[in-house]
């Protein structure tokens, strides 16, 4: 789509507006969002905008980001609007950041995954339902440190094609450890079905913003593509995104446990946890191992 197509689409803004995500880096499916920033340094919810097939997903940051999760989202952007030059400066900057703010996301990774497993383990003599959650979040952080630490941008439509393409070395040799913690080999159109009622739902509960709508459309792409292992990753890793948002606020939501144990697929197997956690903080070290090389 032409970017004055898009410019017409979208809300009139006199603020530097850029087009990010899958279009920008070019590796879209039809059902893939156009990733819209508007620069006008509001901190607005994300909105989204469906035209004659199409999503378009707004969001809103400022010119002076300093959010590495962010800032990780803004490379190969594309500008769509920018009168004053202040949006390429800022691109520019962050381009000669680049080596920086990938660092610094590997270490906030890493560091959330362990205390995911932290929970996981504190809550293994209590018999914690949220115990399969922790894990599961520790290696979907895991996924997004090894991207990282290939200096590329965690996207978690392409993010398996990505990962499965990663040159062999010590680093990328764990993403099949943690890959087995996630439990892409149960992927199957039945359970990918199930699995994406439970992820609009939450995201409905959560988001409120009709994000649900792009989940279910990526996810038809993708059964319709037969790529169910990346369908179940997609599944996941969005359901968990939208579990961290409300994750020191979980005694509001009672209904949760029941709509994450089908959108994450949990197993209640406790022979599995213990071995799931040392087999992940044995990844955590060899990565963190990695950053101080």
């Known amino acids: ?68 999760e962010s800032l990780i989202q803004f490379q190969n952007m594309q500008i769509l609007s920018d009168e004053q030059w202040e949006l390429r400066m800022f691109l520019a900057r962050i381009k000669e950041k680049q080596e920086l703010i990938f660092n610094v996301f590997t270490k906030n990774t890493i560091i959330e995954s362990q205390i995911c497993l932290t929970k996981a383990v504190n809550g293994l003599d209590k018999s914690d339902p949220l115990i399969p959650v922790w894990i599961k979040c520790a290696a979907y952080f895991l996924t997004d440190a090894i991207i990282s630490l290939n200096k590329c941008r965690s996207s978690p439509t392409h993010m398996l094609n990505t990962l499965r393409n990663l040159k062999p070395n010590q680093i990328n040799e764990t ?62 890793y969005v359901t968990m995104n939208n579990f961290y948002r409300i994750k020191n606020s979980l005694d509001n939501y009672p209904e949760l446990i029941h709509i994450l144990k089908t959108g994450l697929d949990l197993e209640y197997d406790s022979s599995t946890f213990e071995s799931d956690i040392k087999s992940l903080s044995d990844v955590i070290q060899i990565l963190l191992k990695s950053t101080h090389d």
């Open 1 to 68: 789509m032409k970017h004055e197509d898009i410019l017409s689409i979208i809300p009139i803004t006199a603020y530097p507006v850029g087009l990010g995500g899958c279009y920008a880096d070019q590796v879209d499916f039809d059902c893939c969002a156009y990733d819209i920033t508007i620069f006008d340094g509001t901190n607005d919810q994300d909105s989204i905008i469906e035209n004659n097939g199409n999503f378009f997903k707004i969001h809103h940051h400022s010119l002076s980001e300093k959010n590495v």
């Open 175 to 236: 993403l099949s450890t943690v890959l087995d913690s996630i439990g892409l080999e149960r992927a199957t159109p039945s359970l990918l079905e199930r699995m994406m009622k439970s992820g609009v739902g939450l995201s409905d509960l959560i988001e409120k913003n009709d994000n649900s709508k792009i989940i279910q459309a990526k996810v038809n792409c993708l059964i319709r593509q037969s790529l169910f292992s990346d369908c179940y990753f997609y599944i996941g």
